[in-house]
């Protein structure tokens, strides 16, 4: 068997890096928005370093990739902008911050498929351009906010009169009582909660997926959301207003004795993260969710239907 050519040789350990690069990553966090950004970022380049052992290009000038240099530049200064944000660790974050951070993915994410593609293209010239054209395609193919949409509808009853059940689930301090990740919720200012009221939530957050320690990672996130509309024993509508568009609604109707209570969500999934594959973890996660709505309505019902005594 024929020796390999230094090229080829330099080639080699390219992809092998890479690859274990990306390997590492998903063990590390397995997801699909880590599964995405590793395909984006590694998978062409990998593929051309491999094809370029068994099949090797006449390098082009190494001066290529001097252009690779800002972009570095911009990506390192990003990511190490975000570390410092996140700094000293905080257990529980707000949504808002969280939102502005993920704007860090746009600048780093980019700037890397570029360095990385100026690099390749000393090697496989055309797989530097292909690397370039589908990253951009996946940043086009996510800006119809059509395809950016996600809704769920639930209907369950309830053995109890709508009144109280109304009652119940219009008080946000209720709320943690039958969600299943949910700390702590209040409204603000406190009160009974009226068009225009903000209920502050604390949910939990997890990490399917994660080995390993969470380190920057906050273990809850709080997240402000407003009533939009209430009416008194039938309807109860909100909307957060600290990230993406996402609206709730909580409606019941009387059926002797019995309450049907209907839930609805619309969400506009942000561009951002769409873009590392949020709404393919939506559309994927649905069966889950589901079950945990199931979850939720079975608490509901054990607490409305089986009240415990007062006192």
């Known amino acids: 068997m024929a020796e390999l050519s230094t090229v080829q040789l330099i080639a080699g350990w390219f992809a092998i890096l890479l690859l274990a690069v990306a390997i590492i990553g998903i063990i590390r966090l397995s997801s699909i928005p880590m599964v995405v950004l590793t395909a984006s970022l590694l998978g062409i380049p990998i593929v051309a370093f491999a094809t370029d052992v068994l099949s090797p290009q006449p390098l082009r000038s190494f001066e290529v990739t001097y252009l690779a240099a800002p972009f570095v530049g911009i990506a ?4 190490v902008a975000s570390v410092v944000t996140s700094l000293p660790r905080r257990r529980t974050r707000s949504f808002a911050s969280m939102h502005r951070r993920t704007l860090i993915t746009l600048v780093v994410w980019p700037s890397m498929v570029l360095a990385i593609s100026a690099f390749v293209f000393v090697f496989e010239p055309a797989f530097a351009l292909v690397n370039v054209a589908a990253n951009a395609a996946w940043f086009i193919v996510w800006i119809p906010r059509a395809l950016r949409k996600h809704q ?3 209907t369950f009853e309830v053995a109890a009169p709508r009144e109280r059940v109304f009652a119940f689930v219009s008080e946000p301090s209720n709320w943690p009582r039958y969600n299943l990740d949910l700390e702590s919720s209040a409204a ?5 909660i009226a068009v225009g009221t903000e209920i502050v ?3 939990r957050l997890e990490y399917p997926g994660l080995r390993g320690p969470r380190m920057l990672l906050p273990a809850a996130v709080e997240s402000v959301e407003v009533v939009t509309r209430l009416e008194p024993g039938r309807l109860l509508a909100t909307r957060r207003v600290d990230g993406p568009d996402a609206s709730a609604w909580i409606e019941m109707d009387e059926l002797e004795g019995r309450t ?3 839930t609805r969500s619309e969400i506009l999934v942000g561009y951002r993260y769409a873009v ?3 709404r393919l973890s939506l559309l994927k996660n649905r069966g889950q969710q589901l079950a945990k709505s199931r979850t939720v309505q079975e608490r509901l019902r054990s607490l409305l239907e089986n009240p415990l005594p007062a006192g």
């Open 152 to 154: 769920t509808l639930t």
């Open 201 to 203: 939530a604390r949910r």
């Open 76 to 79: 390192l200064t990003a990511i």
């Open 276 to 278: 590392v594959g949020a």
């Open 260 to 262: 049907r209570v209907t």
């Open 188 to 192: 603000r200012p406190s009160g009974p």
